[in-house]
């Protein structure tokens, strides 16, 4: 079903109150001693904590201290951990059922795959004979791949415990979070980014142009280019290829080209309900351009991404990982503000593991474990700083970057901050607890660490490499906060700036210059 995302917020306030009604089992629930009651509707029970809404409330309720009455309570001898995941078909349909099969495997649980109406249901159990006291069925998760509007639509009415998205939740989306009583959704632990994906624009493998530029891109977009001519082609009309209303494909393509250049999308757009039909759409389509998934590219020809300066920039799994790339994408769940089944937590705690690392990169999509990054393949970042460099102060912060660095390599761990803001993206706030977590383990004892600071090229330049060393010492001190466990004494850990020395794109539009201002981290 398709609702446009104002209809999907109204639709949040009534199924709230609809699906409550529909699901009511009356409780109550007595003390051992019987000196206290709390009475009302059964909202769910986690294994060990009862959420009843009362008429003061919503309450959770250790499920130790009290017994159960009436028709809505669980079996405590035969529990099932219920965990609905919904959203993102970019996410749901390969990335989300592959990482369950992944952490069945890893608990010694059989996974057994079922289709509802729809959508996906995973019935895990323990196969006979196991060491574990419970045999049998111990959990179903059921997937329900839509869009990221309707993924959180899902989550504001009590459909969902889980919502799947391409995108940031919205500030709309957040207000009626907060009123739904499922927390502040912008808080770190209410949302994990799982793994990372790209907007590519591609076209048929026969389609001349090889390379476009984001301002160009807008311009298709919005109608402005409506004639492959325009872009060095043969004289016909550009058709666009766009999935569907609501998807986080189809509101990162808005959000990330048509606002920066304050247009609004042309009428003229053929839309795909998932990034498969999207992708072979374009291959079958000459002259058509489509704006796809990285992960499903499939046989269509990916667009190089240019600047008046020259500059090109690819989506590949590196320049995803660092940020480098300007249209990567996130791939998140989130969570309300109340508890997961246990089995649901251990699910998310595998999600976030190196483990699943690997089933995310098996799967397609980009993981988000850090490489490191030698010098000698950083051949087109260094080529670039040296054509851009303009007077013989650039060459010599250049040649204090090549000794300064000399013997060190690039991790992919990169942080970037919103634009106009000083606080970071969401791709950067997860790598600072991914930076955080490896100091705890002592990933990197005996190492030396360097956050590097680099910015764009506008202004003056030792304004340019202060506010870069701020920016690195910042997030060096971020990090150092969230690593409460480590043993720092173990790892030789800096600060350094260069400013504006190594560019990774032109400074002469909104989104280069956002590339450029990075800090960058550094190993040896």
Wanted: aromatic content about 6%; hydrophobic content about 45%; overall charge negative.
């Amino acid at each position: 079903m398709r609702i446009n995302r104002c209809a999907a917020f109204c639709a949040a306030l009534f199924l709230s109150v609809t699906a409550l009604a529909a699901r009511a089992q009356d409780v109550a629930l007595r003390s051992r001693d019987g000196a206290i009651e709390v009475a009302g509707t059964l909202l769910g029970f986690d294994g060990q904590y009862y959420r009843v809404q009362t008429r003061y409330g919503e309450l959770t309720v250790d499920g130790s201290g009290v017994v159960c009455e009436g028709v809505g309570c669980p079996s405590l001898t035969n529990y099932v951990a219920e965990l609905e995941i919904a959203g993102s078909k970019t996410v749901g349909s390969v990335l989300v059922p592959a990482l369950i099969e992944g952490f069945a495997l890893s608990e010694g649980l059989i996974a057994e795959r079922e289709t509802a109406g729809g959508d996906v249901v995973y019935v895990l159990s323990r196969p006979k004979g196991a060491a574990s006291a419970q045999s049998g069925i111990v959990g179903r998760f059921t997937v329900r791949a839509t869009t990221t509007d309707e993924g959180f639509a899902d989550l504001l009415a009590d459909e969902a415990d889980i919502a799947m998205a391409l995108r940031e939740i919205t500030a709309a989306e957040v207000a009626l979070a907060r009123e739904a009583g499922l927390g502040d959704l912008t808080q770190p632990n209410r949302s994990v980014v799982l793994a990372l994906d790209a907007i590519v624009p591609v076209v048929a493998s026969r389609n001349p142009v090889d390379a476009v530029s984001m301002r160009d891109l807008a311009r298709i977009l919005s109608g402005d280019i409506t004639n492959w001519s325009e872009l060095g082609g043969p004289d016909v009309a550009i058709a666009v290829h766009l999935r569907e209303v609501g998807s986080g494909l189809a509101h990162g393509v808005a959000r990330r080209l048509l606002e920066p250049a304050r247009a609004t999308l042309r009428e003229e757009v053929i839309r795909h309900a998932d990034n498969a039909a999207l992708a072979r759409a374009v291959e079958r389509d000459p002259f058509g351009i489509g704006f796809a998934s990285f992960s499903t590219t499939d046989d269509a020809k990916p667009l190089v991404l240019t600047g008046s300066c020259g500059f090109q920039l690819r989506a590949a799994r590196r320049t995803i990982k660092t940020e480098d790339y300007p249209l990567t994408t996130p791939m998140f769940l989130y969570l309300p503000a109340r508890r997961l089944p246990a089995l649901g937590r251990d699910f998310l705690a595998y999600a976030r593991s190196e483990a699943a690392q690997v089933v995310i990169r098996r799967a397609g999509f980009v993981d988000r474990a850090a490489e490191e990054v030698p010098v000698d393949l950083q051949g087109d970042r260094l080529a670039n700083a040296i054509l851009a460099a303009r007077t013989p102060a650039d060459l010599a912060e250049l040649r204090r970057l090549a000794d300064r660095l000399s013997g060190w390599r690039r991790l992919t761990t990169s942080f970037r901050f919103e634009p106009g803001s000083a606080r970071l993206d969401a791709q950067s706030r997860a790598n600072v607890r991914a930076l955080a977590d490896a100091l705890e383990a002592g990933e990197h004892d005996g190492q030396g660490l360097a956050f590097v600071g680099f910015s764009d090229g506008r202004g003056a330049a030792p304004v340019n490499l202060e506010i870069a060393r701020k920016r690195a010492e910042a997030v060096r001190a971020a990090v150092l906060e969230a690593a409460e466990t480590a043993d720092l004494g173990r790892v030789e850990i800096d600060t350094e700036a260069f400013g504006e020395a190594l560019p990774l794109a032109c400074d002469d539009s909104a989104w280069g210059r956002q590339i450029n201002r990075r800090v960058e981290v550094w190993v040896r």
